[in-house]
């Protein structure tokens, strides 16, 4: 059984580029979250998409949207790339119905660095 | 907004248990406590959560107090592979997003 897939696993890009991120969910989950982590920190939660919409965002501003396709898999699109979006991006997938036990699986992330 | 105090770092010694406390002095009724984990280059980890009683699973034990304002995350034989940041999260249902801390990082010694 595949758990959380990401890809890529590293990326490079410069100031100003676009960047897209791809996630495939743990086989059965339905739910997709983003987070983002920087150097040292916890992972900061972003979005998360249900039934190929957004429905809950963090404190992020618009230059980060995403996706959901009706196979489950996701994912997360940033413009305009700045030096401060250089993190590890982390995929985590979920079951709607499994209520307080939402166990987050997460994905080994994508290292995004920004020149 | 992470709701949560934890110690920065701890050590403990390989086959001893490891209790690693969190404080939740603003918790809310309605909000659950969850214990993750991330060893370095992965993603977190899942490990165990509950409400108000004391759970157990394979990989720990969860110990909240009864005013629920704090709670001690053991881990009963700790193991080298179970060196990584521990967080301890509050969260209300049906949140769906898990709030991260700074956690603590536990080294395992040999």
């Known amino acids: 059984d595949a758990g959380v897939t990401q890809s890529p696993t590293h990326l490079i890009k410069t100031r100003g580029q676009q960047v897209t991120l791809r996630c495939s969910p743990k086989s059965g989950h339905d739910t997709v979250s983003w987070y983002q982590q920087a150097l040292g920190q916890g992972p900061q939660f972003i979005f998360q998409?249900?039934?190929?919409?957004?429905?809950q965002r963090g404190n992020f501003p618009d230059r980060f949207s995403g996706h959901q396709f009706p196979n489950y898999s996701s994912e997360l699109n940033v413009n305009a790339l700045l030096l401060g979006d250089s993190a590890l991006y982390l995929c985590a997938s979920s079951l709607e119905t499994s209520g307080s036990y939402n166990e987050q699986f997460f994905g080994p992330g994508t290292r995004l660095t920004v020149l | 907004d992470a709701k949560t105090t934890q110690p920065t770092s701890m050590d403990c010694a390989e086959g001893r248990a490891a209790n690693l406390p969190c404080n939740h002095s603003?918790?809310?009724?309605?909000?659950?406590v969850y214990w993750y984990r991330q060893i370095h280059s992965q993603g977190p980890q899942y490990i165990i959560h509950g409400l108000k009683n004391n759970e157990t699973n394979e990989m720990a034990s969860l110990i909240i107090t009864e005013d629920r304002k704090s709670s001690t995350l053991i881990l009963p034989h700790a193991t080298l592979r179970d060196t990584a940041v521990y967080y301890c999260?509050?969260?209300?249902?049906?949140?769906?997003?898990?709030?991260f801390g700074a956690g603590t990082t536990v080294t395992v010694r040999a």
């Open positions: 603003t918790i809310s009724g309605n909000e659950y």
């Open positions: 999260i509050v969260r209300v249902v049906p949140d769906y997003k898990l709030s």
């Open positions: 998409y249900y039934e190929e919409e957004e429905r």
